[in-house]
């Protein structure tokens, strides 16, 4: 009678089992505890995170403390002269952006706005004995031209192979465009506050 009993209760256990030999289990701690989860193998895997952008030439080597020395000398020099931030808006918002986002600013920043800025800063600056000034010209020339370059590779991928229907997208052919002068007269509002009594910003002066 207990062998009956015995063998009824693993044919109800491989009953509870078998819907689980189409799915792979694995180990996944939650805090102390171990729990056993079930993965269908006829389910997608999820997406690996798209690996880090390598650094531009602009932006390698520039670390922190370089771009606070950088950052420092802009500042000063910008207090310097009193309509500086209102009339070299591109400079100006240059300086604010890489306070927020770092060395990654001479990335993200429009290309135009980083040439106007480099004009404007050539033009304000006569002595290069500073070092961040020097360096931040440098920076700033160095990514006008690698972004140029960037520009023509896509452009020249887009022309030998043109889009033949909307649908029909690549996303190895897909690259983001240049911000707007929307965008940067929202980003410039946003992070370059005008002083007060000066004329509204306008970023194409």
Known sequence: MLGTVAAMADQLAMKRWLPLLGHHLRLERRGINVHVVL????????????PPRAPSRAVRGLDEARVELIGSQLRALLKRHPHARSVLRHLGYMEAALRKQGAEALDEVPVDVLKAALQQLESLVTNWQQEGLAELRSRLAVAVVERAEEQ??????????????????????????????????????????????????????
């Open 152 to 205: 023509a590779a896509a452009d020249a991928v887009a022309a030998a192979h043109p889009k033949t229907d909307a649908m029909d997208v690549d996303a190895r052919r897909i690259h983001v465009a240049e911000a707007s002068a929307s965008d940067f007269e929202a980003a410039q509002a946003k992070w370059v506050a005008p002083a007060p009594g000066s004329p509204p910003l306008d970023p194409k002066s």
């Open 39 to 50: 993965q269908d193998p006829a389910a997608p895997a999820e997406a690996a995170p798209p």
